[in-house]
């Protein structure tokens, strides 16, 4: 495209540059064309970039407004907005602070603006760079960078008209000459890196036709590519060319605050992916606001995920980047090594693997090379919007907001709301800029460079910054497009037919006019009511950062600082003569672009959908704006997961749509009869009974599931838990005592009663016969060692078990020489001895008592190994020394005994006993070792005496009373056997008791069902 | 009078024991504390007596010079076992510790040994004879195959088979023999020590008729 | 390596005493085993004083003195002093020791007869399973067996029958012994062998 040419959008043709109306159709080109034809595409840029930029900045706040229009058509798009609005803000911030545009584009929708009037005052070509190494460094920095050439790609793709595309598009192939602009850049990139390779098959005309609407621009922006590294692809030095303007002292303003972008502008451009470049490059200073618009009527058909991208700001993760990289790499790829920043240079994933849009993004491109992008190439659609282009006041006619509804009346209802919207955040501003609104012209702004729209845009930023910065940019865009009567949407063109002519000549304008007019009019009590409207909650409070960012540019300076820039789009639209319509135009006819031209709307591919979960509220409130501004485009259109963000109850009430599009009809007074002749008192009243904003979500039943548990722990652990009612003992204590008394009463009764129990004594006992044997074949010269190693609680039965025995040994004369390595074992066996004689024994005749063995086992084996007087030097009585003991011979070993009898309670000790002095005392085969055990031990030494280790045992009680039947010298044991027999007696029946019990128990209990 | 006195302080001591049947009580405690106190008392005493004086003291004053030398090695390890009481010296200790530990550890194996597995695996063998009749002989592989398999059954080594830990089936077989034979056992055990306890509280309740009858 | 001096002590000591099975040397091996004997001896006394510091400390605690310990101080004092001075063979210390100490713990294991026979009633209500009927199985017919009703001979029971069923815990104890038997083997062999060391703590 040669610069020096001027594609009117109305009817296509080429007029020179300086020519202000086509000279074919007359329709008006100044606005657009005041740079030129780079002027013209920067112009669609610009109104992409303002539209794009405000979807960018503030996915919700464009939603909602998008939204509010979807509002007049479905209840589910009043929800969108404002939380979508929420959300976006939420996740602008971190990205707007670090592109730092001009505005400080500190908070979400700042982010936009901030740029965005950058972007304008960068009419110079310099700042046509900036903006869009501004723009891209906020999506850089917030790692949209990748994101927004998508954006701006997509708009291209949305415009073919012919092809099906919508309304908006053709109007903008016919009002937007930057549109046809932009393709030439692919023209000068028929030497470009998109390599037609890259295209991916699925390249749709869109794409193709957006490429040949890019190679246009390129001539003209080609004295920026100077400025351009030499590493980049020619294309993107083409972009450099043309953005060389970027580099003029406006865009050095406008970069002042966003430093980073001047500081590397090319970098930035070339990171901002080559079709970014080239976008940016095309445009000129001039052109800036036409950028924007190009921005805007491309951020509008944003398919949801770009319109996620832009908005939702998120640091530049990998992912994000690398995802974008590669949609935008994939064409690029012979510029990897162009691309500076390793960012887009990632490795690209498959052609085949990239998702519909990515293919899409390849087709584009990929078709600049293969199709130079010619006039010839671009579609239908494209020429008319070169056409339109070329096409004088075309440029103001995009001045009114994008109202998806034809329907007038509900458009103006739905700018209404746009414009209560964003009321609220300009309400500091509206007196100003509501002053200014006549004086400002938009062409002429647009003319001077467009100082006065950027001021606008950045004024508005701030304001924007709480309702619909997208608004704001684009509205100055819509300003610069003149309204195209021809391009039109019939709804519009109902819009321009109903409005009267008053305001503006052209219809559109008119239309704008119209609701203009009440707009103003409600103005005096709306200011109140839209700060009441603006809760801080559901619109992003302004930031200082947002507010001084506008200031900060010298352009906004030199203009109306606080004049809004969709203020000034008004003003286009009721001063100029388009203003309106175009806007509408564009944007009405991109939804259905958008939300249907875009894959993702539904399927996304997982990488987009993490993008898109990941926190980007704006692609919820994209998608929802998009599905609004299809015309009955469901929200079923919408994925998913953007669904799945919507908040299921929070939205606009009805009844403010509803009472909006009624319309009150006066009935008293002078204008009685008149209808919605006060939209002030409808929205005073709609605004204060605005909505209580729900975070509702709609969560699916597994999340249900999950937070119920939750929930229910939550509460279980707040609950005060009853503590466990603390065992009573009382239960406890009266069975035991109760099973203590049924058992001492068994006991008592056969002591008192003197019972013989119900058997006999038994004659024989486990291993007894060799004990009664071995302790009655001993004699009178017979020495027997006597092992007392009970305790004194066992005393009682070890008394009566070994009583009957040491009784006989002693009438038999058997001397005894007792020891104990229990330290209780010699007093005990002191009064076992004083029992058995009756008296205490002599210890040089009867029964010595030799005390203590330390040691345990240890002694044992001492008394094993060594000779008694050794092992213990003196008795129990001190004053009596073992070797004086006669029947203990000086020198004597523990075989010389001939016998050892052994009393234990325990089976350790027996079993010491046995495995220490058992071998010592083998070596006299006729002692023998005895073993007079408790009941308790007794299972566990009866293998010794089984094993003919031992020669005899009897253990408790009942060894006791049998060894003194043995001897017919019945005894103690005997008198206690009754009793004896009867407590085992009690104990079997016990058991038994217990078992008809637990039975009874068992068969009373309800039986619990398996599995219950 | 002295004799009744002590009656009666073992027919109280023993009603103070009893009131466990009534839970916990201090009574209960007071018994109990009262017994170890004496117990310790008295062991503490008899050990001076025993073990101090007869074996440390008598044989370095009294005994030869043999004797007093070899007196002098448990008097000086006696002495660091002492350091245990502090626990900045309780190091010292360790030497006679390590000396007991020896010996015992010695005497334990050598026991072991001779006592119980040479004695018991000898008998098992000799008892598998038909000297003493088929019944005899029944009964011995009967308890040979019990306490092999009582054995086995405290034989836990096992192989991992992934997550599973398990025997060979054979061992498993046998170790379920071994469970039988060793819940015989431990009822005779539980038979046994009811009978140990019923005994003794025949005694006890005995004793206490008799106090009654003495104080009646 | 921790503590060698008493490891090497330990093994050697241990080595020479185990060796006195085997080998003729009771002199020595009587020698050393007296010497522990004795030493076991201290070592006891240590314990008990040891029981008498803990107590001291917890009479001595400022907020909740335990007054049983000042039961136990008492009667270990009172106890210890007259058996101290009147010997431990005398006979009014004997009527001490048998006065309270027979008593007590007597009444003690009279106490469990009670206990177990509570336990005798909830014998069917724990967990059931081959080894709990058995172990119940077993219960009640040595309790009879006990009891005299099924006695060798004059019971009910032929005393060979008898005499076959008190065989069967003898298999279950043997292994038993034999198992403890292994087990010490083992414990004592590691201990010789310098791999435990329970004295370097």
Redesign the interface.
């Known amino acids: 495209m040669a610069m020096a040419d001027i594609r009117c959008s109305m009817c296509g043709r080429n007029n020179p540059e300086d020519l202000q109306e086509c000279k074919f159709c007359g329709a008006r080109l100044k606005p657009m064309v005041a740079g030129g034809l780079e002027s013209a595409q920067p112009a669609a840029k610009g109104e992409e970039t303002d539209w794009l930029a405000s979807l960018r900045a503030e996915a919700p706040a464009d939603s909602s407004a998008s939204d509010l229009v979807g509002d007049l058509k479905g209840s589910d798009e009043e929800e969108i907005p404002d939380w979508l609005t929420r959300l976006g803000a939420l996740d602008r911030p971190q990205e707007e602070g670090a592109p730092a545009v001009q505005d400080g584009g500190a908070d979400t929708p700042t982010f936009s603006l901030g740029r965005l009037p950058e972007e304008k005052p960068s009419g110079k070509p310099e700042p046509s760079q900036d903006e869009g190494e501004d723009w891209l460094l906020s999506l850089r920095s917030s790692g949209i960078v990748e994101n927004e050439p998508t954006q701006k790609i997509h708009p291209a793709p949305d415009v073919p008209e012919e092809d099906g595309l919508p309304e908006w598009l053709s109007n903008l192939g016919e009002s937007e000459p930057p549109s046809i602009a932009i393709p030439a850049e692919p023209e000068k990139t028929g030497t470009s890196p998109l390599p037609e390779a890259n295209l991916p098959p699925g390249n749709t005309d869109w794409l193709r036709s957006f490429a040949a609407n890019v190679e246009q621009p390129e001539p003209a922006n080609q004295p920026q590519t100077s400025a351009e590294p030499a590493a980049l692809p020619d294309w993107l030095s083409d972009f450099k060319e043309n953005s060389g303007i970027e580099k003029t002292p406006a865009a050095e303003h406008q970069d002042e605050p966003a430093q980073p972008v001047i500081e590397h502008p090319e970098a930035e451009s070339v990171i901002g992916l080559d079709w970014l470049a080239e976008f940016s490059a095309e445009q000129s200073a001039d052109q800036k606001p036409d950028q924007e618009m190009m921005k805007e009527t491309a951020e509008e058909p944003l398919p949801d995920w770009l319109a996620s991208f832009s908005q939702g700001e998120r640091p530049p993760s990998a992912a994000g980047q690398e995802t974008l990289s590669t949609a935008v790499e994939q064409p690029v790829e012979p510029a990897d090594s162009v691309l500076p920043v390793g960012e887009t240079t990632k490795p690209v994933e498959p052609s085949e693997e990239t998702p519909d849009w990515l293919s899409a993004f390849q087709g584009m491109s990929e078709e600049p090379p293969a199709e130079p992008a010619t006039e010839e190439v671009a579609p239908d659609w494209l020429r008319e919007f070169q056409q339109a282009t070329a096409e004088p006041g075309e440029e103001e006619a995009p001045a009114t907001p994008p109202l998806p509804t034809p329907a007038g009346e509900v458009s103006e209802t739905a700018f209404e709301m746009l414009e209560g919207e964003e009321m609220p955040a300009q309400s500091d501003l509206l007196k100003e800029w509501l002053a200014g609104m006549t004086p400002v012209e938009p062409t002429e702004a647009f003319l001077a460079g467009h100082p006065a729209a950027e001021a606008a845009r950045a004024e508005s930023s701030p304001a924007r910054a709480e309702s619909s910065p997208a608004r704001a940019e684009s509205s100055p865009a819509r300003a610069e497009e003149p309204p195209s009567t021809g391009d039109l949407p019939d709804w519009l063109r109902d819009l321009q037919t109903s409005v009267p002519d008053e305001q503006a000549p052209a219809e559109p304008a008119g239309k704008a006019a119209s609701w203009l007019q009440e707009f103003q009019q409600a103005l005096p009590a709306e200011e109140g009511a839209v700060e009441a409207f603006v809760p801080g909650d559901t619109l992003e409070p302004e930031q200082p950062g947002e507010k001084e960012a506008p200031q900060r540019t010298p352009a906004e300076a030199e203009t109306q600082p606080e004049f809004p820039s969709w203020l000034a789009s008004l003003d286009t639209s009721t001063t100029t003569a388009a203003p309106s319509p175009a806007a509408f135009v564009e944007e009405e006819p991109t939804r259905p672009a958008v939300s249907s031209g875009s894959p993702f709307a539904v399927d996304l591919p997982d990488w987009l959908s993490q993008f898109g979960e990941s926190g980007s509220p704006g692609e919820g409130a994209a998608a929802g704006a998009a599905a609004t501004r299809e015309e009955g485009a469901a929200p079923a259109e919408l994925p998913s997961w953007v669904e799945a963000m919507r908040p299921a109850q929070s939205a606009v009430p009805g009844g403010l749509l509803g009472d909006l599009t009624e319309q009150i009809v006066e009935k008293a007074g002078p204008l009685a009869g008149l209808r919605g002749v006060l939209p002030g008192n409808t929205l005073v009243t709609e605004f204060r009974s605005l909505p209580v904003y729900t975070g509702k979500l709609t969560p699916t039943d597994r999340q249900v599931t999950n937070a119920n548990l939750l929930e229910e722990m939550l509460s279980q652990e707040t609950e005060p838990k009853a503590l466990p009612a603390r065992r009573t003992?009382a239960p406890a204590?009266i069975?035991?005592?109760a099973?203590?008394a049924?058992?001492?009463l068994a006991?008592?009764l056969p002591?008192?009663t003197n019972f013989k129990?119900?058997?006999?004594?038994?004659?024989?006992?486990?291993g007894s016969a060799g004990f009664v044997d071995a302790v009655t074949r001993l004699s009178t010269p017979a020495t027997v060692l006597v092992a007392v190693e009970f305790?004194?609680?066992?005393?009682?039965?070890m008394?009566?078990a070994s009583l009957g025995v040491l009784r006989s040994l002693a009438n038999r004369g058997v001397r005894m020489a007792l020891v104990s390595t229990n330290?209780?074992g010699?007093?005990?066996a002191?009064?076992l001895l004083a029992e058995v004689y009756g008296r205490?024994p002599d210890p040089m005749k009867e029964a010595v008592?030799l005390?203590?063995?330390?040691?345990?086992?240890?002694?044992l084996?001492?008394l094993a190994?060594?000779p008694l007087q050794?092992v213990?030097?003196?008795t129990?009585?001190?004053s009596i020394y073992t070797a004086t003991v006669p029947f203990i011979q000086p020198g004597s070993r523990l075989d010389q005994f001939a016998a050892i009898l052994l009393i234990t309670?325990n089976p350790e000790n027996g079993?010491?006993w046995?495995?220490?002095t058992?071998?010592a005392l083998k070596r006299n085969p006729n002692a023998s070792f005895l073993v007079i055990s408790?009941?308790?031990?007794?299972?566990?030494l009866?293998?010794?005496s089984?094993?003919?280790?031992i020669q005899g045992m009897i253990?408790?009680?009942?060894g006791g009373a049998m060894f003194e039947k043995q001897i017919q010298k019945p005894a103690d044991a005997a008198k206690?056997?009754g009793?004896?027999?009867l407590?085992?007696?009690?104990?079997?029946v016990?058991?038994g008791?217990?078992?008809v019990?637990?039975?009874l128990?068992t068969i009373l209990r309800p039986r619990v069902k398996k599995g219950g | 009078m002295a004799e009744m006195i002590w009656l009666l302080v073992g027919f109280i001591l023993t009603l103070l024991i009893f009131s466990y049947l009534l839970g916990d009580n201090p009574l209960f405690r007071l018994g109990t504390y009262l017994l170890v106190g004496v117990t310790a008392g008295y062991s503490a005493a008899l050990v001076i007596d025993q073990v101090i004086l007869k074996r440390l003291v008598v044989p370095l004053l009294i005994g030869p010079w043999d004797k007093q030398l070899l007196a002098v090695v448990p008097l000086l390890l006696g002495l660091l076992l002492f350091s245990k009481l502090s626990p900045s010296f309780a190091r010292l200790g360790n030497l006679p510790v390590a000396y007991m530990v020896g010996v015992g550890a010695a005497v334990a194996v050598g026991g072991a040994v001779t006592g119980t597995i040479f004695g018991q695996v000898s008998s098992s063998i000799q008892s598998l004879t038909f000297g003493n009749g088929i019944l005899a002989l029944i009964q011995a592989v009967i308890v040979l195959l019990g306490a092999v398999s009582t054995l086995v059954y405290f034989q836990f080594s096992a192989r991992r088979n992934g997550q599973e830990v398990s025997r060979p089936r054979l061992v498993e077989w046998i170790a379920k023999v071994g469970q039988v034979f060793i819940g015989i056992t431990l009822g005779a055990v539980f038979a046994g020590v009811y009978a140990s306890a019923l005994t003794t509280l025949i005694q006890r309740l005995e004793f206490l008729m008799n106090v009654i009858l003495e104080l009646i | 390596m921790r503590a060698p001096f008493s490891t090497a002590i330990a093994i050697a000591v241990g080595l020479v005493v185990l060796l006195g099975y085997f080998l003729p040397i009771d002199s020595l091996r009587g020698v050393l085993v007296n010497w522990a004997v004795t030493l076991a001896g201290l070592a006891a006394l240590v314990a008990i004083l040891n029981l008498v510091g803990v107590h001291w400390r917890k009479l001595r605690t400022p907020k909740h003195p335990d007054l049983y310990s000042l039961v136990f101080l008492l009667a270990f004092l009172a106890t210890f002093f007259v058996v101290a001075y009147l010997g431990p063979s005398d006979p009014q210390v004997q009527t001490i020791v048998t006065n309270i100490q027979i008593p007590v713990e007597a009444t003690l294991l009279g106490i469990v007869a009670i206990i177990l026979t509570l336990a005798a009633l909830r014998l069917f209500s724990r967990r059931q399973g081959l080894m709990a009927w058995v172990f119940l199985v077993s219960v009640v017919f040595f309790l009879l067996l006990g009891s005299g009703i099924l006695g060798f001979g004059s019971g009910l029971l032929p005393a060979g029958m008898v005499q076959f069923f008190q065989a069967l815990p003898i298999a279950g104890s043997r292994g038993i012994l034999l198992g403890m038997a292994l087990g010490s083997l083992t414990a004592g062999l590691r201990i010789l062998m310098g791999t435990d060391r329970p004295y370097s703590g």
């Not at chain 1, 129990?757 to 486990?766: C, L, N």
């Not at chain 1, 005390?851 to 345990?856: A, H, K, N, Q, V």
């Not at chain 1, 408790?934 to 566990?940: D, E, I």
């Open positions: 003992q204590i069975l035991r005592l099973v203590g049924a058992l001492i006991l008592l002591l008192i129990g119900f058997s006999p004594i038994p004659a024989v006992a486990p305790e004194a609680g066992f005393s009682d039965e008394r009566l330290p209780a010699p007093v005990l002191n009064h205490p008592n005390g203590y063995l330390p040691g345990g086992t240890g002694s084996l001492e190994a060594l050794n213990s030097g003196a129990f009585n001190v309670d079993r010491a046995i495995e220490q058992v071998p408790s009941a308790q031990a007794a299972p566990m009866l293998p010794y089984e094993a003919k280790q253990s408790g009680l009942s206690s056997w009793a004896y027999q407590g085992m007696l009690v104990a079997i016990f058991i008791i217990g078992g019990l637990r039975g128990a």
